[in-house]
């Protein structure tokens, strides 16, 4: 998900966009947890901010320095931050933090994979224009269009990506461009044992050159102190479950604004009706009552580490679409790791009630998943999102 900014001003008072401030606020709400380790990633990333602001100064008095026939100062490379750790840290958010609170003009904060799928459609698009170096086009328009780029989950799986990071991000380093970035991995893990990584390690140490390695190596998991002493699967459905699922999401999201948001899949938008941060929710009419299959729920995946999803019904061969979806989702969900606080009318093993059609088998294994994905180790573990790639074709899960 890409997000916007608001009107700069670069000429605020001292503090105003201080992201250690703005967190020490958050501790003394009761929104987060102190904690040293992320507090002196704050501090740099205060840092940058002033640097930011620096060299936005300097390039106006560089532009009014030719205009009276002064010869302007090399311009300051601002070195980025790439923040590092085991999941659930708060690595995004900090991230989001720095990114509300900075005022430059031309800040783009995207998941990284849609960056990726973004920049491969409009490489090929240059491609197909006859662009005789398409990476390097698409390259000089981001560097255009944005002087900070704010990744949140960079990881490298696919090959494709991985043969044309150096190259683009070589172009945007050159145009000044500043990366913020967050990972579960160090960059030297980037894309470990990939195909052809050799020709990949240029792009880690260019990485490792403008970008401040910063790990967040905090004791807790701060997601699941939220929610982990709490039963994340809620039954039966009813007011109460509504109450409880109401409370985790305010325990999860704390600090974060929650709005309507929306997901491009192809040609179609995928809406989300809830959005806070990597959080979604969704009814679940909203995803299993509606023409949606595999690559929506990859592209929903994608963007949220967390899926809270209301009032999951009893199914039976009357509603397999429904039940057809249901599979698809948690199938999706599960095999990326992605977490699950849901509601439901019974416990999984009841969830579908035919014993006949390819459903029923399905279910089981279904079930199965849904009682595994509230395991500490499950949630314990990190997500995996190698294997989210768009699909050939175009599947709603539909079984007629």
């Known amino acids: 998900m890409d997000a916007s900014s608001k009107a700069p001003d670069f000429g605020a008072k001292a503090g105003s966009h201080n992201v250690s401030h703005a967190y020490d606020g958050l501790v003394a709400r009761g929104d987060i947890s102190a904690d040293v380790n992320q507090k002196k990633i704050t501090c740099r990333l205060d840092q940058l901010i002033d640097d930011l602001k620096e060299t936005h100064l300097a390039s106006k008095k560089s532009a009014l320095g030719w205009i009276f026939g002064k010869r302007g100062s090399q311009a300051k490379i601002v070195k980025g931050a ?23 003009p031309k800040k783009r904060r995207a998941h990284f994979l849609d960056f990726m799928a973004d920049t491969h459609e409009r490489i090929h698009k240059a491609r197909q224009a006859g662009e005789k170096d398409p990476v390097e086009r698409v390259g000089d328009a981001i560097a255009g269009e944005t002087r900070l780029l704010c990744f949140d989950e960079f990881a490298v799986t696919d090959v494709a990506d991985a043969m044309i990071l150096g190259r683009l991000f070589t172009c945007l380093f050159r145009h000044g461009v500043v990366v913020v970035a967050t990972s579960n991995v160090a960059p030297d893990d980037l894309y470990k044992d990939g195909l052809n990584r050799s020709f990949f390690l240029s792009f880690v140490a260019l990485l490792k050159e403008r970008t401040d390695i910063l790990r967040l190596d905090s004791p807790t998991d701060y997601r699941l102190d939220k929610m982990s002493k709490e039963d994340l699967y809620v039954t039966p459905n009813g007011a109460e479950a509504y109450a409880r699922l109401n409370d985790l999401w305010a325990k999860a999201t704390a600090g974060k604004t929650t709005a309507p948001a929306s997901l491009t899949v192809k040609t179609r938008r995928v809406l989300v009706p809830m959005a806070a941060g990597s959080f979604a929710r969704f009814g679940f009419a909203d995803l299993c009552e509606k023409p949606l299959g595999a690559q929506d729920f990859q592209a929903i995946v994608r963007a949220y580490h967390t899926i809270f999803l209301d009032d999951i019904p009893v199914m039976n061969r009357a509603r397999r679409n429904e039940a057809k979806r249901f599979i698809t989702l948690i199938d999706t969900l599960y095999d990326t790791g992605t977490k699950l606080v849901c509601s439901a009318a019974s416990e999984p093993d009841g969830l579908y009630q035919d014993t006949i059609g390819t459903e029923a088998f399905e279910f089981q294994r279904c079930a199965s998943r849904l009682v595994e994905m509230r395991s500490d180790a499950y949630l314990t573990a990190p997500r995996h999102l190698h294997g989210v790639e768009a699909a050939d074709g175009d599947d709603r899960a539909v079984a007629e």
Do not use: H, N
């Open 82 to 104: 790439y923040i590092w750790g085991s999941v659930g840290r708060g690595k995004t958010m900090l991230m989001d933090l720095f990114f509300d609170l900075c005022p430059e």
